[in-house]
């Protein structure tokens, strides 16, 4: 199946402690983003990487880092979790110079 | 980032009629979209609309764009029970291919 998939789909964890989501599409696409949805449903940007190169980086906490290995793939690590950061957080990608996105189906964290 | 407003917040209708949601932006554009969410899923692109274009169908989706009220509306025709979901717009802001998003339109479809 060509998709932007995501995992883990849960993740239930305590403060303080440090979590990373991963992110693969496999549609040949040269950007990706992290988006955090809050519980409102107000999509916010993180993150875009281009061809493994950071290009937008929205205000978030150094707690925050992602990190692109290739551009297949855009893995976000998240140290001390805190309970601010319960959300749903979305992968997504576009083809070279195109709007439409595309996204993966979302990691829910609960941070307790 | 600025988010552009979406109207109403939620809708619901009874299956088979249509559902009007209307979003306003604040900025010049090249381009707007609409997306669908469905419960628990992650967002599925439906349509784009270019600034030189005022209307542009899809199926039952129908997408006008008035650039000079700097807003847009996204008609469902014949709606389906299926097409319960969240609905947003999205503006482009000009450079990265970054994003505003809309708050989100939440329509339920009553059978």
């Known amino acids: 199946d060509t998709a932007v998939s995501q995992t883990p789909k849960y993740l239930v964890t305590q403060m303080g402690n440090d979590k990373s989501i991963k992110c693969e599409q496999n549609l040949g696409h040269d950007t990706m983003y992290w988006y955090k949805q809050d519980s409102k449903k107000f999509l916010k940007i993180m993150f875009s990487?281009?061809?493994?190169?950071?290009?937008i980086n929205e205000t978030v906490p150094n707690r925050f880092s992602p990190k692109s290995p290739d551009k297949a793939h855009l893995n976000l690590h998240i140290n001390s979790l805190e309970l601010g950061d319960s959300a749903v957080y979305f992968c997504?990608?576009?083809?070279?110079?195109?709007?439409?996105?595309?996204f993966g189906p979302g990691t829910r964290l609960t941070v307790t | 980032s600025q988010q552009g407003e979406e109207d109403p917040q939620a809708l619901s209708i009874q299956e088979g009629e249509n559902a009007t949601m209307n979003c306003s932006y604040k900025t010049s554009i090249n381009n707007l979209q609409w997306y669908r969410q469905n419960s628990g899923r992650g967002l599925v692109h439906l349509i784009l609309i270019r600034s030189n274009e005022r209307e542009k169908h899809s199926g039952r989706l129908r997408v006008t764009l008035d650039t000079s009220k700097k807003s847009s509306s996204l008609l469902i025709t014949a709606s389906r029970a299926a097409d319960t979901a969240s609905y947003f717009c999205?503006?482009?802001?000009?450079?990265?291919?970054?994003?505003?998003w809309g708050a989100g339109t939440k329509l339920i479809i009553k059978p």
């Open positions: 990487y281009n061809n493994k190169e950071l290009i």
């Open positions: 999205a503006t482009d802001a000009g450079s990265n291919y970054q994003l505003i």
């Open positions: 997504a990608s576009s083809p070279p110079g195109r709007y439409e996105q595309y």
